[in-house]
T-cell receptor, first 113, second 112 residues
């Protein structure tokens, strides 16, 4: 089945630790996105990538890093510089173009120990 | 800055129609209007999108104002499963402009 997979579903981070959230898609989509969602709030764009080996900062990129070495993978690292990382993280992908819809993963809940 | 404006919350009775408004006064000629909805603890799912003409699909209808500065998502008969947060966003058709920014959305409550 085609789709977008995020792992793990739940993740715990110790203070000062970097953690990496996985996002994989087998939809052959060029564009991939990472969003952060705090309780009761909307989605905020962290990073997005339109093509392999290229990515752009969103509105809240500080304390996060990404890579796009393969078309199907777009991992997000939450670094120790992100002082308030507890949130629900969503990955999405799409074909590029305004007439194309986004497909979302089921999300990763990150909490701080 | 958010490109769209939606009411924070709306209520509806089950089996009645629901009209969810969205204002996008700064829309450009290359922007498509997309709607997504998010159930609790899940990722958003696509509902409908359009450019200039009204659109219908099995989930909903999208009515777009003639000047394209506003649109309305129409759920013809709300069910309890339609209770969700609904997001209206603009997506630029140009290849090099693919940032997809969501606002806070409208939380729809459906009463039995």
């Amino acid at each position: 089945d085609g789709g977008i997979t995020q792992s793990p579903k739940y993740l715990f981070r110790k203070e000062g630790q970097n953690v990496t959230l996985s996002c994989e898609q087998n939809l052959n989509h060029d564009a991939m996105y990472w969003y952060r969602q705090d309780p009761g709030q909307g989605l905020r764009l962290i990073y997005y990538s339109q093509i392999v080996n290229d990515f752009q900062k969103g509105d809240i990129a500080e304390g996060y890093s990404v890579s796009r070495e393969k078309k199907e993978s777009f991992p997000l690292t939450v670094t120790s510089a992100q002082k308030n990382p507890t949130a629900f993280y969503l990955c999405a992908s799409s074909v590029t173009g305004g007439d194309e819809k986004l497909f979302f993963g089921s999300g990763t809940q990150l909490s701080v120990l | 800055d958010a490109k769209t404006t939606q009411p924070n919350s709306m209520e509806s009775n089950e089996e009645e129609p629901v009209h969810l408004p969205c204002n996008h006064s700064t829309i450009s000629g290359t922007d498509y209007i997309h709607w997504y909805r998010q159930l609790p603890s899940q990722g958003p799912e696509y509902v409908i999108h359009g450019l200039t003409s009204n659109v219908n699909n099995r989930m909903a209808s999208l009515a777009i104002a003639e000047d394209r500065k506003s649109s309305t998502l129409i759920l013809h008969r709300a069910t309890l499963r339609d209770a969700a947060v609904y997001y209206c966003i603009l997506r630029d058709a140009r290849y090099n402009n693919n940032d997809m920014r969501f606002g806070a959305g409208t939380r729809l409550t459906v009463k039995p």
